[in-house]
């Protein structure tokens, strides 16, 4: 089996690496090509990438290339963890936001849009690749930020392509609650529980957890509200998991205290991204180290933990046929009744050989559903703004958002968006693309 990674030079590819290598008794892996743009960066990092193989007995070739059909070509997985601009832009989406008093962040808001228009492009031709290049029946695993309006746009606009979106995320909340329980002598391996959570990506809702089929949300929930209650800075207010009888994703902090995130941002800088690239220079001098085969410590503060778990596991439960749940970003088809086919949703799905679907499950109650419904209609606008170049769509989209910025204001936030980009825009200033 060959398998392409699209952004095989990032700094999280040697965790990818080492969940492949910790699973190669079931995922018989043959070829694994990591395709980047900065050669120099590939060289270092999928330099890191084969000397971890060979210290394993090279139970897999690493290639690295630079020419995206050479690494698609023949693939039957093909992962995108891509950044269009690289770390550089993700700063730029961090001030946009704080030079317009609004939400500066790579996935939400003003932040998350601009990401999304300069990548559903480059995503879209990557599935093309696929239909072409890759064997019949190959799987897109889009973990590249936004995963979920990312996903809508390949189910929109390929949807020849078998495509799902996977975040880290819900996997993080299954290992915080197995952790909780564990403090209280109850340990369950994670293959056993699985999380129940609905909404969309980086905007869900957990309301349940089983051990074995057995339905335990109401103690994991008391035991989180009495963390909350005892905690000097809780989390969230206990009123509100108290009403909702749900645990909102860590992102919804964005919408349920904006005030706060945005305080936040005025002690910039650093931002998170100019964190991040501190984090990402130190990280690349000790994947440059020739002596170096296992991964340095310091990898976890780039964030992205279980990521290598999540994409393996993912892949082999496809390839084996087995049947099993996980928590991805694919259409809704039916499963949440009343809401639109053609949603990307965030959701339990069953994952075999035949595909990934998403299991029947109940609707989100009314006092988050109209929230989550706001941002879908974003997402939709955002993907026809994105394909399209159609500023008008962009403009909506802005005007949409609850956290975009008010109508008198949002010309010229998407002006300052559309030029602080153009580079990576070309679709929007009549440049085709």
Not at 24 to 40: H, I, N, Q, T
Not at 174 to 193: F, S
Not at 295 to 302: E, I, N, T, V
Not at 328 to 351: I, S, T
Request: proline residues 7%.
């Amino acid at each position: 089996m060959k398998i392409a990674v699209i952004g095989g030079g990032s700094s999280y590819t040697p965790e990818l690496i080492n969940g492949f290598l910790a699973r190669v008794a079931e995922l018989p892996v043959r070829e694994l090509w990591l395709m980047d743009l900065l050669p120099e960066r590939l060289e270092i990092v999928g330099g890191f990438a084969q000397r971890m193989v060979a210290a394993k007995g090279s139970p897999f070739q690493v290639h690295l290339t630079t020419n995206q059909a050479e690494a698609i070509a023949g693939a039957s997985y093909v992962l995108t963890q891509l950044r269009v601009g690289w770390m550089q832009a993700r700063r730029e989406d961090e001030y946009l936001g704080l030079r317009h008093g609004l939400i500066g962040q790579e996935t939400t808001g003003i932040g998350g849009m601009a990401k999304a228009l300069r990548t559903i492009p480059v995503i879209l031709g990557i599935a093309n690749d696929l239909l072409k290049l890759a064997e019949p029946g190959a799987l897109l695993v889009n973990f590249t930020n936004p995963a979920g309006l990312v996903t809508q746009a390949l189910t929109q606009y390929a949807p020849r392509v078998t495509a799902v979106g996977v975040c880290n995320a819900p996997f993080n909340m299954k290992m915080t609650v197995l952790q909780d329980l564990a403090k209280l002598g109850v340990v369950v391996e994670p293959e056993r529980a699985q999380l129940d959570t609905l909404g969309l990506n980086h905007l869900t809702w957990h309301r349940g957890f089983t051990v074995d089929g057995e339905d335990i949300w109401p103690q994991v929930l008391g035991q989180y509200l009495n963390h909350l209650r005892q905690a000097d800075a809780p989390e969230w207010p206990s009123e509100l998991i108290e009403s909702l009888q749900m645990i909102p994703n860590y992102y919804l902090h964005y919408f349920y205290g904006t005030a706060r995130k945005l305080a936040e941002q005025q002690a910039w800088p650093p931002s998170r991204a100019e964190e991040v690239m501190t984090i990402e220079a130190k990280l690349l001098g000790q994947y440059a180290e020739p002596d170096r085969t296992e991964l340095p410590d310091g990898l976890m503060q780039r964030g992205g933990a279980y990521y290598s778990t999540v994409a393996t596991q993912l892949l082999n439960a496809h390839f084996n046929d087995l049947h099993e749940q996980h928590v991805v970003n694919v259409p809704n088809r039916g499963a949440v009744a009343g809401w639109p086919d053609e949603w990307v949703l965030e959701l339990p799905a069953l994952v075999s050989r035949a595909g990934i679907e998403p299991m029947p499950t109940r609707p989100l109650p009314p006092v988050v559903f109209g929230l989550m419904q706001q941002v879908k209609q974003y997402e939709m606008l955002t993907v026809e703004a994105a394909v399209h170049g159609d500023k008008n769509a962009a403009y909506q989209a802005l005007l949409t958002h609850p956290l975009g910025p008010a109508a008198k204001n949002v010309a010229a936030v998407l002006e300052d968006l559309l030029e602080t980009h153009r580079a990576y825009l070309p679709r929007f200033f009549g440049d085709g693309g």
